[in-house]
T-cell receptor
């Protein structure tokens, strides 16, 4: 049984470059979440997908950050014109559809992004 | 909105000693409460959760936590720790409402180090 997978596991980039981070959720999970884990801010919610739509983007820190999800499965988080403060571990999670009943979020191993 | 305070950033203990990791939360609505564990270079794993009912919650690996509504606390305990419990532990909260119970707010984490 495959869990949530993320790629790459590590990414080093230069300031000003664009990066794409990928998340493959658990098969059958309709909900997908991105979180950021940084030294200064701890773990922060970024965005929530239900299917291919994102009803909650409230955690995206700036318009340089965007995310999409296709086919109700794979999601890509894109950071444009990266800055040093974007250095963090980006975690993806997936779950069955949230609703009146709580559904556990299962986390991937994360992508460690370092912006030089 | 919810917030979480983990009172200790680091907790060193000796093997087979008891441990308590403290967590306090703030919320204007009813909440769900969680403890997650993160081993080095891995994603988050759910240890236990409080959704409703009994305030004493038992989780995996011998951990338990008690929800105290009057003190707005959800402290994590284990009567006897092992070297393998060395990890970072995160307390998290979400609103206990179907529309927004997906959105986890995390504390900054407590690094538990178990020494021989």
């Amino acid at each position: 049984g495959a869990g949530v997978s993320q790629s790459p596991s590590n990414k080093v980039t230069e300031k000003g470059k664009d990066v794409e981070l990928r998340c493959d959720p658990i098969s059958g999970h309709t909900a997908l979440y991105w979180y950021r884990q940084s030294l200064g801010q701890g773990l922060e919610f970024l965005i929530y997908f239900q299917g291919n739509s994102a009803p909650d983007k409230s955690g995206l820190p700036s318009d340089r950050f965007s995310a999409e999800r296709t086919g109700g499965s794979v999601s890509t988080l894109t950071i444009q014109r990266t800055q040093q403060e974007d250095s963090a571990v980006y975690l993806c999670a997936s779950s069955f559809q949230p609703g009146r009943i709580y559904n556990e979020q299962f986390f991937g191993p994360g992508t460690r992004l370092t912006v030089l | 909105a919810q917030s979480v305070t983990q009172l200790d950033s680091q907790v060193p203990v000796f093997e087979e000693a008891p441990v308590e990791l403290r967590c306090n939360y703030s919320s204007s609505v009813s909440v769900y409460l969680f403890w997650y564990v993160q081993y080095p270079n891995q994603g988050l794993q759910l240890l236990l959760k409080y959704l409703s009912g009994s305030t004493l919650v038992k989780g995996i690996n011998g951990f338990e936590a008690e929800f105290n509504k009057s003190q707005t606390s959800f402290h994590l305990r284990k009567p006897s720790v092992h070297i393998s419990d060395t990890a970072e532990y995160f307390c998290a909260v979400s609103a206990a409402r179907g529309g927004s119970n997906y959105k986890l707010t995390f504390g900054k984490g407590t690094l538990l180090t178990v020494n021989p």
